[in-house]
Structures are given as structure tokens and as C-alpha cells.
């Protein structure tokens, strides 16, 4: 049983073979049917958060009507707000949830909620955005790791030469922090390589397009730009309104990047996709509800990133709807065995 097709993700193949060859690991069977697992979001303006959250509502419904638990509603904050999450978290609290999964709107303003939440019995489940508070649990993929990759993809496109455009996510969060250091650290390798220039794109299509428009005309000839996904066709379109030549951007698997990239012509425009799952969501929500049901899993957990290359592109596409991004919706018995290969 592949539980990411290999045309969807390289990286997670290797993963998920050591998973598929091994014993199928033991699910917790504890009753957790009268509990209630809240999602608490910090942020919804772009397709991937938007996945996330139908990803998990289809989930929780499934699961709630199996009798597996009592609710698993999602709440999401404004704007990526800290402070306003840390409230949410104590009110979720005060609610009687019993387990609490977190896409965080930082890595530590949001401890203090935390730690209250764990000193009161409540089981925190962190992902994606996830928090530093040891009493959590985390899931996060290797974003240091998913940052070099492209630089490296970059450097053998380029012959290791090259002007640089780095567009960021959201300022703040611990997935932006850990992409952006993998890109720095990884240029660092590559004397010939400049970062010219960075904006904040927010994971948005229209953000980053006008972002990118406000800072090209002060930047020399781009050779290629860097992203963190839901941003690569804003890029590629204020590139052409600015009649600047098209440079190599890596995307980030939406499904418009993917239908702007095989536009262009797959051997002749010659790029990578990559992203974090935003099936991630549901690979939390089993994972608190295999700890609540007893299952002893690590706190800390992690997902392989997505990738889509262009021997997989015309595989991918056909799959991937407009407005969605390549994604997983992972079953309970999916997720403990992937925990458990990782054991091994």
C-alpha cells in the first residue's frame, strides 16, 4: 500500500518503502469516543491553510461518525495572530477539549498557553507551524532541508552562477524560518550565487505577484527564485507585466503553478516543485487520537515534503483540482505505521 504515490513525491518514497516493508504497527484501540480534538489554525488567507482545513474536516467527520470521538471542530485565528491564538488555546481549555492540535502562528509566543494546556491534562499536538514548549508534541517536515534542496537544484541549472530572488512566507512563523535558513546556509556553498533580493509573499499568489512587482525594478537581471509554495505563479506574473526575462522559479505544487509550468513546456522551462502536505492536518488529527487512545508516540514526528519533478508533472496535474495544492489525506493505521518506520 503506497501511501504517497512516487510520481507525487521522491523524497517520500524513500519513507515510505521502509513503511510498507515493515509490519503493520499496532493501532491504540483506548476509548476516546466521548472526546472532543479541537483544531486551533492561525491563519487561512492562501489555498494550502484552505486545504488543510477541508482536509481535516473530512477527517474528523469520518471519524465522528465512526465513533471514534465526540468533535473535532477548527478555529482559526486572524491574520496569524499570537496573541489572539494564545487566548483561543486557554478558552479550548476552559471547553473541555481534550486534545489540542496547533498550526502556530509562532514557535514560542504561544508556549505559555501551551504549557497551561498540558498542566491541565490536555494533550497539544503541534504541526506545521509548530511550537517549542517540550510538553508539546510536533510534526513538522525538514523545511532547513527543503530550503537547500532548491538552492542545490538552482546551482546545477545555473552552473553555480546566478542572481537570486528569495520570496518568504509569513513573517514570524517557524516554517518561514527554517526555509529561509536552509536557502542561506545552502548559498553560502555557492560562491557564484548572489541573493539579490527578499520579499514576503505570505504563501499567496496575489500577495507575492505584488510584492515581487514593487521590487523588480530595483534589482538587477534575476537568474532564478526561490519560494516557499503558493507563490511561484505571482511570481511568474509580475515577471512578464515588468517584461523581465522569465527566470527559473521553483514552485510550490499548487495546482495553477503546475498548469503554468507545463504551459511553458516541460523540456524547455526546466524547474522543481516542492512543498510542505497540507495533508499534514490530518496526520495530526490521528496522532492525537491515537495519544488520547493511549499509542506512545514520539513528540517529535515528521512528514516528508512533497515533490514533483517533470518525469511526474503529467501524472500530478490530472490529479490536482484548480485551487488545491498536491496533497494526502492520511488514514489512522497510515500514520502509526509511518511513526512506527521511523522507529526502525
Not at 511550537?131 to 527543503?146: L, N, Q, S, W
Not at 536552509?182 to 514576503?200: A, F, L, N, Q
Not at 527559473?248 to 503554468?260: H, K
Not at 495544492?325 to 492520511?330: H, Y
Request: aromatic share 6%.
Amino acid at each position: 500500500m503506497a501511501l504517497i504515490p512516487s510520481q507525487l513525491a521522491r523524497v517520500a518514497a524513500l519513507t515510505l518503502v521502509a513503511v510498507s516493508t515493515a509490519a503493520v504497527a499496532a493501532v491504540a484501540t483506548g476509548d476516546t469516543s466521548k472526546d472532543k480534538i479541537a483544531l486551533s489554525n492561525s491563519y487561512a488567507g492562501n489555498t494550502f491553510r484552505q486545504q488543510q482545513l477541508k482536509s481535516w474536516a473530512e477527517v474528523a467527520t469520518q471519524a465522528k461518525k465512526a465513533g471514534l470521538i465526540a468533535d473535532a471542530p477548527a478555529f482559526t485565528t486572524a491574520e496569524n495572530q499570537a496573541t489572539e491564538q494564545a487566548q483561543q488555546i486557554q478558552n479550548l481549555v476552559l471547553q473541555g477539549y481534550k486534545a489540542i492540535v496547533i498550526n502556530a502562528a509562532s514557535p514560542t509566543a504561544l508556549n505559555g498557553a501551551v504549557k497551561q494546556a498540558c498542566a491541565a491534562g490536555v494533550v497539544v499536538v503541534s504541526f506545521d507551524g509548530i511550537v517549542t514548549e517540550p510538553c508539546a508534541y510536533r510534526i513538522g517536515a525538514d523545511f532547513h532541508k527543503m530550503g537547500a534542496t532548491e538552492v542545490d537544484f538552482l546551482a546545477k541549472q545555473l552552473g553555480g552562477k546566478g542572481n537570486l530572488l528569495e520570496v518568504r512566507g509569513l513573517a514570524g512563523v517557524s516554517v518561514d524560518d527554517e526555509i529561509h535558513q536552509g536557502i542561506v546556509d545552502e548559498v553560502k556553498k555557492y560562491p557564484g550565487m548572489k541573493m539579490v533580493g527578499s520579499v514576503y509573499g505570505q504563501w499567496t499568489q496575489t500577495v507575492a505577484q505584488k510584492e515581487v512587482a514593487g521590487i523588480l525594478p530595483s534589482l538587477p537581471q534575476i537568474d532564478a527564485v526561490v519560494t516557499q509554495g503558493g507563490d511561484g505563479y505571482g511570481v511568474a506574473q509580475a515577471f512578464r507585466a515588468a517584461n523581465r526575462k522569465m527566470p527559473t522559479i521553483i514552485l510550490g505544487n499548487r495546482q495553477e503553478e503546475l498548469a503554468w509550468w507545463q504551459s511553458q513546456g516541460v523540456a524547455t522551462y526546466k524547474t522543481m516543485s516542492i512543498a510542505a502536505d497540507p495533508g499534514s492536518s490530518t496526520f495530526a488529527f490521528w496522532a492525537a487520537q491515537q495519544i488520547l487512545a493511549g499509542n506512545k508516540l514520539p513528540h517529535d514526528m515528521s512528514l516528508p515534503t512533497l515533490t514533483v519533478t517533470p518525469d511526474s508533472l503529467a501524472t500530478v496535474l490530472p490529479k490536482t483540482a484548480p485551487g488545491t495544492v498536491a496533497s494526502n489525506v492520511f488514514t489512522r493505521d497510515q500514520v502509526v505505521d509511518m511513526v512506527e518506520g521511523t522507529k526502525k
